[in-house]
DNA sequence: CATGAATGAGGCTTCATTCAT
DNA sequence: TATGAATGAAGCCTCATTCAT
């Protein structure tokens, strides 16, 4: 009933680890982060971290749906204060400029490193699939909302729309991973934002 | 098997090679395939494999290579019976649908991997720029064509709009690497398709 | 065999380490060492080495080092109990005397084999040097108390006589790596000795 | 009787193939050059070069005998035209003299290298020992020219001063290996002269 | 609970030598 | 004879995970 320390405690430094990782992961991806590497950061000894994480493989998956789940918050209250769909999808275009393409880069890094671990792992991805629902579901709500108030054409399939939003959005972060200058990528944001608002504003064909 | 053999037999020597690796690669991933997996496909040696590569990164590379070109070759081959930039994109589409999801991920698999070890290799990165390079320029070479015949938009951007074209259809396969099924999928190739055309065909804004 | 061992634990498994490797370099030489065979005399495993040592190299750097560490901190000592510049020069050749032929090859072969290897790897070389200087040192600094005591000539450069001992001494036991038997060894080490001495007492030209 | 080709035939290719394997050892030290360097150099197969010698360890031996060969030969001829014990020594020591470091570097690692390899494959040992005594019967030779005219000291014992004289040379050579600059090398040599003819000369004690 | 030394399989690459042509 | 592709045993080093303290 009554553990050593507090669940607080153990809650805590569960977090600080994640957080520490995260660092990590951000910084070299998840394969080439060693566990070394993450002890290292944190100060603490790698016993202590395999005592709150099984594998390196339950950090990443812990940590990706904390920051999905802090992004979905994060945008629920900023969508608060915007009147229509559209200016959702516009406010997110937006935030993708506000990013460095260095900054960029290393989420891509983070993400795509462990997809493709994850993709020779049957376990991982039901993890990983739950993990990007969370995504498609933000924006599927506001393609849902667009058609509902009449601003989206009224044929649109909202799951396709979401799945076809970030398709662009990482298909072009993808494209910016190795080479290539802010200046061509925010170009290519803005002609995606024009592109994909066309496509959604445009009437049924 | 033997020494002073003709060209003949080095060059299908090496494109056998490349050929087992191809799909060892496809299989597992650059970073997981190893040497041994690839010499034990192949039923030879090492040593066998060093003197046709100087390492697993260049037969990779030369194998993209390879593949890249045979692909814009065979563009070429097909774009000659089209008229027009659109019926190029279309047929682009029809390319991409035509494609099992099975087959789109193994690739997926093969040039992710491999991008995200370039990432941290900054030797590589030259080498995968150029060979991303000439996928960009197919591509734009159909936007600028589209735009000198008024099939596009006039102030169309066609470095912009090639680049935009693989995001769309790279962050696509992405989001289907792990999950998704094949209706799906093509409904959304569908609806890309829409979409891109409507954005390189509508009037300057 | 645990860990959070004390300080004195690492130390004395480095320097067993260090004693293991020892045996082996002086055995098969630097090159021909392999790290398998340095872990099999130590009873560890090959991670367990790269715990204590980055490298190979690394290990032969350090080891050289604390050897010649000790060999300056004995002479030292030593040096301390006798009068005059001569006497220590005559007590150096007295401790080559009293070394078998064997040892010395070992110490031959432990250092030159190294010292090919760093030939070629510039990054290596400046190590090296600072291990010489060591040895450099500790002659020069005899030469030059002999010329302010007048035991020696009073034109004598000290860092040219210190290089000149030195060379005179491994060009010698270079001589004895193949062959050689341990009687005229050490007849030449006794005509060396007064050849040295000679040079080094006789009056300015 | 009558082999395929003329016996004149292929004692030219032995010794084009020992020239060509010099410079590639000379250039990287023995463990360092590999067959292929060799073949390449000399624009022929391995399995030609195998034709003509049994292995890397064969083609040194016969090469460093042939060197000594010449060398001693060129000596040879040299020491008709003077007079004395003592000239040819400082003869000798001006042959030192005019060798520049970066030469003087090179032939150490090819004999050092080589040395190191044999020290433990004891078949080679009298390979090198047979090779060694060349060099040490020219200046034995010297030696007791010197002490049957007089200029050198009748107690002199001419094998034990050929040792000498070569270790004190290779000595040298030795510590000047990995660095040191030509002025300061120079500057020792001179010393060396001296000493050692100092040694030489000088009336019994 | 925390510590971190130890494990050890496995990765990539090299190269002297052989032998089918 | 000449050729040079093929062999394959080593070589050095990495790192996720465990477990005695």
Redesign the pocket.
Known sequence: MS???SET??EE?RAAILTGALHCFVEKGF?????????RRL??????????F????EMYIQMANARMDDMVASLSTQFKGLPGAADKIRYLFDRFRKQSLLELRKWVTFHLDFMIYASRNPDLIESHDRYMDKALHVIQDIMEEGRRTGEFRSDLDASSAAYLFWSVRDGLALHFLLGGDEKNYRKILDDMEKMVLRFLASAPV
Chains 1, 2, 3, 4 share one sequence.
């Open positions: 553990p050593k320390v405690y153990k430094k394969q080439a982060t060693t566990v070394e590497d993450i002890v100060g603490i000894s790698k016993g202590a971290l395999y005592g709150y099984a594998s390196k493989e």
